[in-house]
Each structure stands twice: as structure tokens, then as C-alpha cells.
T-cell receptor, first 110, second 114 residues
Framework: NAGVTQTPKFRVLKTGQSMTLLCAQD?????MYWYRQDPGMGLRLIHY???????AKGEVPDGYNVSRLKKQNFLLGLESAAPSQTSVYFC?????????FGPGTRLTVL | SQELEQSPQSLIVQEGKNLTINCTSS?????LYWYKQKYGEGLIFLMM?????EEKSHEKITAKLDEKKQQSSLHITASQPSHAGIYLC??????????????FGQGTRLTINP
């Protein structure tokens, strides 16, 4: 039981490049979330999903897209990366009260 | 929208000392979560509080939720180096708890000096 995993762990992009972050969970959770963490701002919700095939916007969705084609996977895409998207990205999942978090992806956009 | 304010933003204590971290909500809380994050790692769930006046303990960490359900405190007794990290409180707004859209405080960075 691996819990919540994220790939990659680190990535450096140039402005305008695209990439996809993968989140996978093996706990059969319905809900999955993508957050970003910036210094002094805690975690902010980007997008979330309440089940396979569904997605919804969170607090800071602009510049990101997501997909939940399979229940266990939640993908976060950046179509045209900007320096403002330099951050640490966390994925989480839950079926009940407790959200379980992945180890994070540190993204730098130059 | 609901906002959470944590205080202090950073805290440096000597090993063995007690400490308290506070989390104040702008609105009544449906649920309040405490997480710990080690530097460069993910979040580890500590405790969840839902009832006014509720108090939970795990090892040397105690969390309380006030009767009005707008403020929570996290107290560490006899701090150890393993307690160092960033502590975050998270809350589920009352009307949308079904989607579990957590709102987080900005975090408190705890350093334990030997």
C-alpha cells in the first residue's frame, strides 16, 4: 500500500513549456485534490475531483488543467508555464474526513 | 470565504520546553485539522476536531477546539527535535464539507534548539 504518490519529485521548466504532474493513490478514494504551497501562504487548492470523470475549480485554478480519467489517477497540467507557477505542488485524496497527502513536486519555472 | 490565521508564524524553542500554536478562523468551523510537514516533505495528519470544546491528544501533542468552534490550539509538551517542522491547520467550510475543500492557514515553522 503506497498511499499517495507523485511524479516527478522535481522539475525545472522554461517559461512557455508544458508539463503534466501525475498523482496516484491506491486507497480507492473518491476525492482527489491538487494544492500549491508558497512561502507564507499555506496550501491553496487548485482543482479537485469528487470522482472518476469529474473535476472542479478550486481557489487558484488559472493556468492549470486537470483530468481524472481513472479513479486512482489525478493529473495536473500546465500548458504554458509561467514563473508565477514556481511552487511546491501537493496532491491529496480522501474518502472520509482525513486527507492523505503525497510527498510533493517541487517545480521551478525559469 | 473562510480564512485561517495561524500564530505565531515561526517559533524557536529550546528542547524540553512547552509551546502552543494557535489557529483562528474567520467563520465557524465544521471541522479543524492539524497537519505536520517536515521540511521538504508531504503533510502528515495529526488530529481532527469537530465538536466545540473537543480535545485530543497523541503522544506529547494536544489539540483543542474552543466552544464557539472558531479557534484551535496545538500544544506540545516537553518538545523534542522530532517535533520540528511546519504545522498547518486546515478547515472544512460548513456548507461544502461534502467535497472536503480544505482551507489552510499559512503555517507555523517550529524550530527546536538542543
Amino acid at each position: 500500500n503506497a498511499g499517495v504518490t507523485q511524479t516527478p519529485k522535481f522539475r525545472v521548466l522554461k517559461t512557455g513549456q508544458s508539463m503534466t504532474l501525475l498523482c496516484a493513490q491506491d486507497m480507492n478514494h473518491e476525492y482527489m485534490y491538487w494544492y500549491r504551497q508558497d512561502p507564507g501562504m499555506g496550501l491553496r487548492l487548485i482543482h479537485y475531483s469528487v470522482g472518476e470523470g469529474t473535476t472542479a475549480k478550486g481557489e487558484v485554478p488559472d493556468g492549470y488543467n486537470v483530468s481524472r480519467l481513472k479513479k486512482q489517477n489525478f493529473l495536473l497540467g500546465l500548458e504554458s508555464a509561467a514563473p508565477s507557477q514556481t511552487s511546491v505542488y501537493f496532491c491529496a485524496s480522501t474518502n472520509s474526513d482525513t486527507q492523505y497527502f503525497g510527498p510533493g513536486t517541487r517545480l521551478t519555472v525559469l | 470565504s473562510q480564512e485561517l490565521e495561524q500564530s505565531p508564524q515561526s517559533l524557536i524553542v529550546q528542547e524540553g520546553k512547552n509551546l502552543t500554536i494557535n489557529c483562528t478562523s474567520s467563520k465557524t468551523l465544521y471541522g479543524l485539522y492539524w497537519y505536520k510537514q517536515k521540511y521538504g516533505e508531504g503533510l502528515i495528519f495529526l488530529m481532527m476536531l469537530q465538536k466545540g470544546g473537543e480535545e485530543k491528544s497523541h503522544e506529547k501533542i494536544t489539540a483543542k477546539l474552543d466552544e464557539k468552534k472558531q479557534q484551535s490550539s496545538l500544544h506540545i509538551t516537553a518538545s523534542q527535535p522530532s517535533h520540528a517542522g511546519i504545522y498547518l491547520c486546515g478547515a472544512v467550510p460548513p456548507l461544502i464539507q461534502g467535497a472536503q475543500k480544505l482551507v489552510f492557514g499559512q503555517g507555523t515553522r517550529l524550530t527546536i534548539n538542543p
